[in-house]
């Protein structure tokens, strides 16, 4: 089978017209391989009898049977009729709603086969209103019964039927001759099946067991692909030709005017990064861990190694709000022991831009802090060493590799805000060390999380008028920034008017969404710092790069509208000072039962990994960190989480692989490579550059 045959359009298919096309692109199939990878999510077996007597909801019949009689039966648009059929075991009734029409098909004394799901009325009578039917002795050649059908994920205009007589043309036509991805030797250790074969399985099993195999097959291949492209970079990385340096005298200094001392998860953070500039490779390192728990502090102690050895370093954040803040603790925790640093964002121009970016070419600054700006072709540094990257995944893959690109070797250092469970770490991350920031500062205390049902708004008001009243600060956050025809929800503008007028006339109270003009935020949130304002009504905006220790509370109203993450890093905002601090979540009903789940796992446990392992299993691997938008992960039947055994040993098998046969990629298995091409299950790139 020449590969290239797979790209074919699904129009070339058996009963796949325009309208089914449009169907199936909306669900991203748009050609032949992409259809053979649209798997089934479950079966109906038609094949193997259950007899009427045993039949239930979950365990539908599959027998044969004889039309006794009919009958009719009230229902609210009038008389149906029902049908009476008999097989060996049991007699049942067929209701036919709406289908009085099937009399002429189902008359006494005919033989049908017959599956659906039976259950016992208040009268003991067996009864199906989704039964389904077919003549029997008049369709030999039946495609719906006496075999194991798949069932699909639907969407548009597509049906079952279209879509299994589509796929059994891609199967017949496409890929018969398919060559295997996985090597020969692997697949002899596994027992796996040959490409072809899996494919036939999955969607047309001759047994149960056969799916079985199959699926597990095609799950092991997906993830050895993944983990396979995860291996690269480190596989490819070529050891430096001179050793980097790293000097701790400007690190000494800091601690030794700190006020605290660094936790043990910050002080092996920091071992972690000295053994990888002292490795001989270029360092790609992701530090997770909770709001607050130290992270930027690190960062900024790994830069001092770098310029305490002559290097500079970069750092880059995603929002000139998280910008400012970083180049603000920069300045006043670094400037007095004489290190430059430069802040640079997209606002900064003319005279003034041309000045810093001489001053970093020069290298007469040592840190810069900014936004995508340092991207820019104009930013060039004289030696850059390290790229500090905050809430990285908000950057894409060709962005980081723009400013890594302007040094030479240049290691990377991933901050994230969001903690990242180990299933989604061993594939987003998989070619990153990782190094986890889990204890908190010494005086900080957990926040204390409380469920309010909306109606009951008003105490939560009350209590934070109290906090108000002490000296503290408070956050309300609104899913919406203006009110919209469309939804009921509350939000930023309408609640700022009646917050500052009606429930807390007596306290200063200001605006901040993404709309506002950037002086002005940076005015509004100078002044939340200072203490010129008491309480700060905003949309998610804060999620990242506010940090007030004086703020004690944060009310998020509408909580069921917001993801498990979003709201782990709003109850961040708080507790960042020794104050005891509360997260209130006020929430409308009727909760869905994935709401009902973000709020209860809020309330009852703050430990960040173990909300981020939540936040996985219910929005899937894709929409963790966003990855999703960025067309990452697009496994189409691997689970991280279900499949992290599998995972593990796909990682290990690809590690026994390319230690055997470095050169593996660009010859032995070629047709993998091909594969990939014509339908790669996640963005490469993306993979291999962290």
Known sequence: ???????????????????????????????????????????????????????????????????????????????????????????????????????????????????????????????????????????????????????????????????????????????????????????????????????????????????????????????????????????????????????????????????????????????????????????????????????????????????????????????????????????????????????????????????????????????????????????????????????????????????????????VLALSATPIPRTLALTAFGDMETSSIKTMPAGRRPVETHLARMGNEHKVYDFVRRELASGNRAYFVYPLIEESEKSNLKDAENMYGRLSTQVFPEFKTALIHSRIDEDEKRRIMKDFRDGGLDLLVATSVVEVGVDVPEATCMVIEHAERFGLSALHQLRGRVGRGSEQSYCFLVYAEPLTDDGKRRMKAMKETSDGFLLAEEDLKMRGPGDMAGTRQSGFLKLAIADPVADLNVMLKARDKVRETLKADPGLLGSGVRNLRELWEICPPFDEDLVSTG
């Open 1 to 411: 089978m020449f590969l290239g045959e797979l790209t074919h359009p699904v129009t070339n298919l058996d009963g796949v017209g325009p309208a089914a096309a449009k169907s199936l692109s909306a669900l991203g199939v748009f050609n032949v391989s992409q259809l053979l990878k649209h798997y089934p999510h479950r079966y109906e077996d038609r094949k193997n009898p259950v007899p009427l007597s045993l039949s239930s909801s979950s365990h539908p019949a599959v027998t044969v049977a004889e039309v006794i009689r009919h009958e009719t039966f009230h229902w609210k648009k009038g008389m149906a009729l029902k049908v009476i059929v008999a097989d060996d075991s049991d007699q049942a009734s067929l209701l036919c709603y709406g289908r009085n029409s099937l009399a002429g098909k189902l008359t006494p004394g005919k033989k049908i086969r017959l599956t659906g799901p039976f259950e016992r009325n208040q009268f003991g009578e067996l009864q199906s209103g989704t039964f389904v039917f077919e003549l029997y002795g008049e369709n030999a050649e039946s495609r719906d019964f006496g075999r194991i059908l798949p069932i699909y994920p639907l969407g548009g205009s597509l049906t079952q039927g279209l879509l299994r007589k589509a796929v059994r043309s891609a199967l017949d036509s496409y890929a018969v001759g398919i060559r295997d991805e996985l090597p020969a030797d692997l697949m002899h250790d596994f027992s796996f099946p040959g490409k072809s074969a899996c494919l036939s399985s999955i969607h047309f099993p001759n047994e149960a067991s056969d799916a079985d195999t199959a699926r597990r097959a095609l799950i092991f291949e997906e993830l050895f692909h993944l983990q396979f492209a995860v291996a690269r970079r480190n596989l490819n990385g070529k050891p430096l030709e001179n050793k980097k340096i790293w000097d701790e005298s400007l690190i000494d200094r800091l601690l030794r005017n700190l006020p605290f001392e660094l936790t043990s998860d910050q002080i092996g953070a920091l071992d972690d990064i000295r053994s990888d500039r002292n490795a001989g490779k270029s360092m790609m390192r992701l530090i997770q861990g909770e709001v607050g728990s130290g992270k930027t502090l690190v960062a900024f102690l790994a830069a001092l190694g770098v310029i305490g050895a002559g290097g500079q370093a970069a750092f880059m954040a995603p929002t000139e709000l998280l910008v400012r803040q970083h180049a603000d603790n920069a300045a006043r925790l670094l400037e007095p022991l004489g290190v430059k640093v430069a802040f640079l964002t997209g606002d900064v121009s003319g005279a003034v831009r041309r000045s810093l970016t001489n001053a970093i070419n020069e290298g007469s600054v040592d840190l810069a802090v900014g936004t995508h700006a340092l991207f820019g072709s104009d930013v060039q540094f004289k030696k850059l060493e390290l790229a500090i990257v905050d809430e990285q995944h908000r950057f894409g893959v060709e962005q980081r590799r723009a400013l890594t690109s302007k040094g030479d070797s240049v290691d």
